[in-house]
């Protein structure tokens, strides 16, 4: 792309998403070693390669009003090291941005320690950032912005990136998706689920873990690798078309946890295939790769192979483990900020549950375009 401006915000036609604006209005060439489009830029310093990354968290939009802050500090950080996890980097440190509504102590007491221990769990230290007040908005109540940039260091002979997907390869993913999704389901009040599946499902939601072990070890095995923060399908979307590449998807083989079983199908597709908020890693690898990646496990979960890239472009969720399986057609919509609102198989959320403020933002809680409160 060159760098003329863009002509007219909105184009004529269809409204623009989330990806589509980020590839006409800021994605430029670049001479660092890797600029938009991955998890995480690279930049060359010396002999060394970095890995860097930027994540938002927004009141309203990523979390509720009443969100835990010690919870809150994990995830903020959480889910800056799962973008580094899927470049197979190793943290190094952070900067952390804050508009504040108020200084409240008890508040910040609880958030740092949530952040500082992340964060000392993996060597990774707060260099700087910004500190501001957050506006009042109409309603007289500022909302709370967390932005953290994350830097690591990779071995650029062993990096892969979402393009290196080719024919043939096998289709892998860590651990399971569609917890938290369901996670926000129940604190929504559009679902009910019995103890413990439903602390186990808020947990994945409030203190998602980055698979950074994981990721280091798939480093110079996997030929294609992203983080799973939008949702299964849309995520996996990215590395076909960054590939040029299609992909069988096996449904029975795709990892989640017994309390779908309880729960009508609907529900487990969009949990699973779309909800977001997982910070799984999703990878390609060739099939001789098969013995060596179904030995690994790390950060407390396994992998699982659930599909097969083919040359065919497009998406083919089959109801068996292989292509001959038949097909399950499906619409389900992953997490775009700018998407339109659909109806989802959940439901409104009920009236008395706790409701983000009075924002632009109200439409992510009012519809389920996606489970998924982002990252
Ligand atoms: P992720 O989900 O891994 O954080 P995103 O889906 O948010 O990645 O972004 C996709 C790509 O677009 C990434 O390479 C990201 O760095 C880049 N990107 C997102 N927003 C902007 C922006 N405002 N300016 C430049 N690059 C951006
Ligand atoms: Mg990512």
């Given amino acids: 792309m060159d760098g003329a401006e863009p002509s007219g915000a909105g184009g004529e036609g269809a409204p623009l998403g989330e990806f589509t604006l980020i590839e006409r209005f800021f ?36 979390f509720l009003p009443d969100a835990n802050p010690q919870d809150l500090g994990h995830k903020a950080l959480a889910v800056n090291l799962s973008d580094l996890a899927a470049a197979g980097a190793r943290p190094r440190c ?12 008890a508040w910040l007491t609880a958030f740092s320690r949530g952040l500082f221990a992340l964060a000392q769990a993996h060597g ?106 939008d949702g299964l399908l849309g995520d996996l979307g990215h590395i076909l078309e960054r590939s040029g590449v299609g992909a069988e998807l096996y449904w029975p083989a795709i990892p989640r946890a017994a309390v779908f079983d309880t729960l009508p199908l609907a529900v487990q597709y969009q949990c699973v295939l779309a909800g977001g908020d997982d910070y799984e890693l999703v990878f390609t690898a060739p099939a001789s790769s098969r013995t060596a990646i179904s030995r690994m496990a790390g950060d407390g979960v396994g992998v ?33 900020h700018f998407a339109p609102p659909s109806p989802g198989p959940l439901g409104p959320a009920s009236a008395d549950r706790p409701s983000v403020a009075q924002s632009a933002q109200e439409g992510l809680f009012g519809a389920a375009r996606s489970a998924k409160l982002d990252a």
């Fill in 27 to 62: 994605a430029r060439p670049t001479a660092e070693r890797q600029g938009i489009g991955d998890d995480c830029a690279l930049i060359d310093v010396g002999s060394q390669t970095l890995a860097l990354t930027s994540d938002m968290l927004l009141e309203g939009v990523h």
């Fill in 94 to 105: 952070f900067l952390l941005d804050l508009a504040l509504p108020r200084a409240d102590e």
């Fill in 304 to 336: 699982s192979r659930i599909g097969q890239i083919e040359s065919a472009p497009g998406l083919r969720l089959r109801d068996g483990e292989h292509a001959a399986a038949p097909l399950i057609d499906i619409a389900l919509q992953s997490f775009d």
């Fill in 124 to 229: 990774c230290a707060l260099i700087g950032g910004d500190t501001t007040r957050a506006p009042s908005g109409a309603t007289g109540v500022g909302l709370l912005t967390i932005a953290i940039t994350a830097i690591g260091e990779i071995d650029r002979t062993r990096y892969c990136g979402r393009s290196g997907a080719s024919p043939g390869d096998d289709l892998w993913i860590t651990g399971s998706t569609g917890e938290a999704a369901l996670a926000l389901a129940v604190r929504r009040g559009q679902i009910e689920i019995a103890e413990p599946a439903r602390a186990a499902c808020l947990l994945r939601m409030d203190r998602p873990t980055p698979r950074l072990e994981l990721g280091r070890m798939l480093s110079g095995t996997a030929t294609a690798s992203i983080d799973v923060s």
